[in-house]
């Protein structure tokens, strides 16, 4: 490796040394996901409780098991601040009592947001090995980790040998990072859902109304997982998602996803985080149909429409009879965040050919309660409006509401809500005059 080598070694550090770089009352964000640092935060985490801060704003999205044994820890709250751009396990309880913040954004904004909006002080990422030129490669999540590298007066960086490789713009040099620690440990593993009952008609009606040669996005879940299942007698099929997903490893194996017909990127599959299993991960490493970019790039509407025949595939929690999506809160408890439901819902109709699909069990709780709703609950958030809605899918069939009046799109809600609640919802539709 030679020059670049030396550099490294001289910037190689114990994650102790390395969180002493950051100055205290630093605002800083953190590789989301798969790509979080566990050594790096645990040593955040403990310089913060032995007095080494006294006060650090931190953010991410989808903080997971590192940021949940770490810094979210409740015995470093008073010194660490969590505000989170999108919610999960790890930190939705802090948000909704108070003890964290959260911060609305449209993922492929967020780059921007950083660069602009943000005086971020410091970055702490997840890397792969250095090669012999002296790149690592952010592998699972480049998403908005280079905005943050950008903008950062001090960069820390966790060499794991586990992180995948990955070719596209993914690459960090050793140059633009002030210190680097080796921590090598399995990357955390998304579990695959338990299959229902209604996931094989989704996606078997779903995949019906893909064609050949289509580009696809697609989130995780059982429904998604169904629709990949379903498209394994597809031909030419393209990839260009925010997430990469172990139902796309398969297209791609059995040769259905080759990217053939793709004219924004041919013949390689993009995306801009990555999460599943192992067998995933180590799929994503060194090869060359995969490419991955910041999400300003994936999740930019116009570079989505640039494909012919993108079909878009996401989920929501509660929908009401004039299409507006809820995808993020229950009421006013926030749940998740708008991440790119909204990029893709506005990218894929933008597409010659394509359609935006959310896609959604008819029930919750067990069937007590219906996800077709008269009005969405008080303080529910809107993240995809109705205006933006194309498809919308549930196992009682799909309806699609572009150019449809208020009337026509609650007559085809109530279809493709549970039929235990068809006859509430029109009474409740006729009520509001919208039939």
């Known amino acids: 490796m030679g020059h670049w080598e030396d550099v490294y070694r001289n910037k190689l550090h114990s994650a102790d040394d390395a969180a002493s770089l950051i100055p205290d009352k630093s605002f800083i964000v953190q590789s989301l996901a798969v790509g979080e640092p566990p050594a790096l935060l645990e040593a955040v985490a403990n310089r913060a409780r032995n007095g080494g801060f006294t006060e650090l704003r931190m953010t991410s999205l989808l903080p997971m098991a590192a940021s949940a044994r770490t810094i979210l820890q409740e015995d470093v709250r008073d010194v660490i601040h969590w505000e989170s751009m999108f919610a999960s396990g790890a930190d939705r309880g802090l948000i909704n009592s108070g003890a964290a913040l959260f911060n609305p954004a449209f993922f492929h904004q967020i780059p921007r947001l950083i660069t602009e909006n943000m005086d ?118 393209g990839i260009h998602t925010e997430m990469f997903v172990d139902s796309m490893v398969d297209l791609v194996e059995r040769g259905v996803a080759n990217g053939s017909q793709k004219a924004f990127h041919p013949g390689k599959a993009l995306y801009a985080f990555a999460a599943g299993s192992q067998r995933m991960y180590e799929f994503l490493d060194d090869n060359p149909y995969i490419e991955a970019h910041p999400v300003s ?53 933008d597409s010659k050919g394509g359609k935006s699909m959310i ?77």
């Open 120 to 237: 971020v002080n410091v970055a702490l990422i997840g890397v792969s090995r250095i090669d012999r030129h002296g790149y690592m490669s952010l592998g699972t999540n480049v998403d908005v980790a280079k905005a943050a590298i950008a903008k950062a007066d001090v960069v820390l960086a966790e060499v794991n040998q586990h992180m995948p490789r990955v070719h596209g713009d993914s690459w960090v040099h050793i140059s633009e990072v002030d210190a680097v620690i080796e921590h090598d440990a399995l990357l955390n593993e998304l579990p695959t859902p338990p299959e229902r009952e209604e996931d094989e008609a989704m996606g078997n009606l779903i995949a019906e109304m893909i064609p050949n040669g289509a580009c696809i996005q697609l989130g995780i879940g059982g429904v998604p997982n169904a629709v990949a299942k379903s498209l394994m007698n597809h031909r030419d099929l």
């Open 297 to 349: 790039y994936t999740n930019f509407p116009p570079n989505i429409a640039r494909n012919d025949n993108v079909i878009s595939v996401n989920s929501t929690i509660e929908v009401d009879l004039t299409g507006q999506c809820c995808s993020e809160s229950i009421g006013t408890d926030q749940f998740s965040g708008t991440g790119g439901q909204h990029d893709y819902a506005r990218g894929a109709y």
């Open 359 to 435: 896609a959604f069990y008819s029930t919750a709780r067990s069937g007590e309660v219906s996800r077709v709703v008269s009005t969405l609950r008080t303080g529910a958030i809107v993240t995809t409006p109705r205006n933006e809605v194309h498809w919308i899918v549930s196992e009682y069939g799909a309806a699609n509401l572009k150019g449809k009046s208020t009337r026509e799109r609650a007559k085809a809600m109530i279809s493709l809500a549970h039929p235990k609640f068809r006859d509430e919802l029109t009474a409740d539709a006729k009520k509001l005059n919208y039939i």
